[in-house]
């Protein structure tokens, strides 16, 4: 296959990536003693960053592989909103699908690091699911991008309320009568929510809650297709898409099925690794790659972003030359 074709398809993509953003806040400075107060360490504060979050960070590694995404959310009409609305216009991200609640707070991970290590997470947060009149605007919003013209829809669940049973079920609708691919990073809530879908990506540990199964993916590889196979019968989704940490990916469609083996590397961080492989494998999907080469790349992807420290996006040139690399080995 002509692999510069194909990543070129990459670009300008446009997607719809529906879920729960958030602010990725870092408080950093140094710790040189103990409080007299209480025996906890005394942080020396020396600046503070706002990153985007959650579902965000997908948008970003979409960017970053050259499509288009536009975030379809609800944040709250608070300081914090504003604060996320201006990272996604510097980041070049479209926030045209973004409802602003009154009834509803952003969610902020305000993360206290010092020497590089985290000391404390503080959450700031709405996780109740979003009210009616939040659903019907945001599906009028996502109705409305639809008939603009999109080319795939991503949902990305934080189990921050965002995604809905009804919401899920309406877009995948929406997406079936206009014949638009959709792709799912799930959580164990509304694990079962999204029938039709076209791929479907859990990890290992999300495949095992969501289905309330258990077995030893090493030893009982069998139990484990036997997962995929009844997540197949109740979700009837085309492809499934697993991961699988330290053992690569699994990948069926049909009775196609590919195991790709994890690449050796140096892990820094897994954080974020997740939201790269969904960008990838979606934009590979659309841009019609074999199912042995969504996961190939959406695995290579993934052991890129691992081999670097926080929560980062993979160009599409690093990803380029890295696929090359392993290709030709």
Same mark, same amino acid.
């Given at each position: 296959? %002509? +692999?510069?074709?194909?990543?070129?398809?990459?670009? @300008?993509?446009?997607?719809?990536?529906?879920?729960?953003?958030?602010?990725?806040?870092?408080?950093?400075?140094?710790?040189?003693?103990?409080?007299? #107060?209480?025996?906890?360490?005394?942080?020396?504060?020396?600046?503070?960053?706002?990153?985007?979050?959650?579902?965000?960070?997908?948008?970003?590694?979409?960017?970053?592989?050259?499509?288009?995404?536009?975030?379809?959310?609800?944040?709250?009409?608070?300081?914090?909103?504003?604060?996320?609305?201006?990272?996604?216009?510097?980041?070049?991200? =479209?926030?045209?699908?973004?409802?602003?609640?009154?009834? $509803?707070?952003?969610?902020?991970?305000? $993360?206290?690091?010092?020497?590089?290590?985290?000391?404390?997470?503080?959450?700031?947060?709405?996780? /109740?699911?979003?009210?009616?009149?939040?659903?019907?605007?945001?599906?009028?919003?996502?109705? *409305?991008?639809? %008939?603009?013209?999109?080319?795939?829809?991503?949902?990305?669940?934080?189990?921050?309320?965002?995604?809905?049973?009804?919401?899920?079920?309406?877009?995948?609708?929406? *997406?079936?009568?206009?014949?638009?691919?959709?792709? !799912?990073?799930?959580?164990?809530?509304?694990?079962?929510? +999204?029938?039709? !879908?076209?791929?479907?990506?859990?990890?290992?540990?999300?495949?095992?809650?969501?289905?309330?199964?258990?077995?030893?993916?090493?030893?009982?590889?069998?139990?484990? #297709?036997? &997962?995929? &196979?009844?997540?197949?019968?109740?979700?009837?989704?085309?492809?499934?898409?697993?991961?699988?940490?330290?053992?690569?990916?699994?990948?069926?469609?049909?009775?196609?099925?590919?195991?790709?083996?994890?690449?050796?590397?140096?892990?820094?961080?897994? /954080?974020? &690794?997740?939201?790269?492989?969904?960008?990838?494998?979606?934009? =590979?999907?659309?841009?019609?790659?074999?199912?042995?080469?969504?996961?190939?790349?959406?695995?290579?992807?993934?052991?890129? !972003?691992?081999?670097?420290?926080?929560? !980062?996006?993979?160009?599409? #040139?690093?990803?380029?030359?890295?696929?090359?690399?392993?290709?030709? @080995?």
């Amino acid at each position: 296959m %002509n +692999y510069d074709h194909l990543f070129s398809k990459f670009n @300008n993509l446009r997607v719809l990536v529906i879920g729960d953003v958030m602010v990725d806040a870092y408080i950093l400075g140094k710790v040189n003693r103990i409080s007299p #107060e209480a025996p906890v360490p005394v942080v020396s504060f020396e600046q503070e960053e706002k990153r985007i979050g959650g579902a965000g960070n997908v948008a970003l590694n979409l960017v970053a592989l050259g499509a288009q995404p536009i975030v379809c959310s609800v944040i709250g009409d608070d300081e914090q909103g504003q604060a996320l609305s201006n990272l996604f216009t510097e980041n070049g991200i =479209s926030s045209q699908g973004i409802i602003v609640s009154k009834d $509803r707070k952003t969610t902020v991970k305000t $993360r206290v690091i010092a020497s590089k290590q985290q000391l404390l997470r503080i959450d700031s947060e709405t996780t /109740s699911p979003i009210n009616q009149t939040e659903e019907k605007a945001l599906l009028l919003q996502i109705q *409305a991008l639809i %008939n603009e013209g999109i080319d795939g829809i991503i949902f990305e669940d934080y189990n921050k309320g965002v995604l809905t049973e009804n919401l899920i079920q309406q877009v995948i609708a929406f *997406a079936v009568a206009a014949n638009i691919p959709t792709t !799912v990073d799930p959580k164990r809530d509304n694990f079962l929510a +999204y029938k039709g !879908v076209t791929l479907f990506k859990p990890n290992l540990k999300e495949l095992k809650e969501g289905l309330n199964l258990s077995f030893d993916f090493k030893k009982e590889q069998h139990l484990f #297709e036997q &997962a995929v &196979a009844l997540l197949e019968e109740k979700l009837k989704n085309k492809v499934s898409f697993i991961t699988l940490s330290e053992f690569g990916v699994f990948i069926k469609e049909g009775n196609q099925k590919h195991y790709i083996a994890a690449h050796l590397r140096n892990i820094a961080d897994v /954080s974020g &690794a997740g939201d790269t492989v969904i960008a990838v494998a979606t934009l =590979s999907l659309i841009a019609g790659a074999s199912i042995a080469d969504i996961a190939g790349i959406s695995n290579v992807a993934g052991g890129l !972003v691992c081999e670097q420290s926080g929560v !980062v996006s993979i160009s599409k #040139e690093e990803l380029i030359k890295e696929w090359r690399r392993l290709s030709s @080995n």
